[in-house]
């Protein structure tokens, strides 16, 4: 079953804030398998190796269908990734990373204060993010005959398609991208247009 449309974030976002000389750097962005999270954690240990801690929590997917992660990464325990999943989950935002690099400013905030200031980065980034919807996509292909060409270009258009690639051999072969909500009324619409000759074939299932 189709996954209906979230939103995501739709760009890479940064906020520093400071609490008692620590820094505080929350880095927000797009991520859409376990495997990209990771990856973007890294990438922020590698911009910034000299920090304290990067602590970090992220949710792949959306609604029940989920994955969630999170990290104190040597904050004491519960002080920092829980807090910072939980402003995530509260944003209803899917296929998120947020990453708050912390450099110690000298002065110990105890428990409560760390929970504090995580949390408060967490919300500030969110604050400024700009989203997205994610629409679930798939990728479609037909065969027709030169004269039904361009007006199932025009299909196409008319139900939000994207044309990938097109062949021209003894017939038309085109491949587009729909929406998965755009893809029952185009079906009927290619139908109805070839008399029943023409039906788009299923190519993918991401």
Known sequence: MAAEPYPIPATIHRITTEVARSRFIATIAPVSTIEAAKIFLAQIRAEMPDATHHVYAFRVGHGASVTEGMSDD???SGTAGPPVLAVLRGSGIGDIILVVTRYFGGTKLGTGGLVRAYSEAAHIALKGLSIELKVEKRLLGMELPYNLFEQTKLLIAAHNGLIEDTDF??????LATFAISDISA???A???LSSGRVRPILMDEN
């Open 74 to 76: 040597g904050e004491p």
């Open 169 to 174: 051999a003894a017939a038309v072969t085109i």
């Open 186 to 188: 185009f079906t009927a």
């Open 190 to 192: 290619l139908a109805e």
